[in-house]
């Protein structure tokens, strides 16, 4: 995995950032506004009531939340494609600007669904809440670590 910092976009998601390759996965004006300006607005169909997504290198899904977001009355199938499985766990727990914890839960169950353990998950979150702070995680990224922890889940 490459080195990934976190850090504020101007509409206030959260951007990240590779060391690794000294690149931006999301413009400073937005990880959000970009997601709906590239994404969104160029897919907008109409009178399509059902609709397959296919999200390659989905990193935080910022494009497939994005889309959810703005279009709710659609039944949305999506399938996601990331090599990198921490951020596919960030996409869950990440400030992102969209305040929909039904479908951060849907994403999370999905990741246990595909194989993804509860450790691995925690690893995860301790590791960049310990790094970055909780300034760039949902607050219920640290109750949801102190409940796995009360329920013993983490040794």
Do not use: W
Not at 1 to 19: A, N, P
Not at 83 to 102: A, H, T, W
Not at 117 to 142: A, K, P, R
């Amino acid at each position: 995995m490459d080195k990934i910092k976190v850090y504020k976009t101007e509409d206030e998601s959260t951007g990240l950032y590779s060391e690794t390759q000294n690149d931006i996965y999301h413009s400073k004006t937005g990880a959000l506004k970009e997601a709906e300006e590239k994404f969104v607005i160029p897919a907008k169909c109409i009178d399509i009531n059902e609709i397959r997504l296919l999200d390659v290198c989905s990193g935080v899904g910022y494009n497939l939340k994005a889309y959810i977001k703005n279009n709710k009355s659609k039944k949305i199938y999506a399938v996601c494609l990331e090599k990198e499985m921490e951020l596919s766990v960030l996409s869950v727990f990440i400030k992102d600007g969209i305040d929909d914890i039904g479908l951060k839960i849907k994403i999370l169950e999905s990741l246990i669904e595909n194989g993804i353990c509860i450790e691995y998950i925690n690893n995860v979150l301790e590791q960049y809440l310990s790094e970055f702070g909780s300034d760039y995680f949902l607050d219920e990224s640290v109750a949801f670590l102190r409940h796995l922890k009360n329920l013993g889940h983490i040794i």
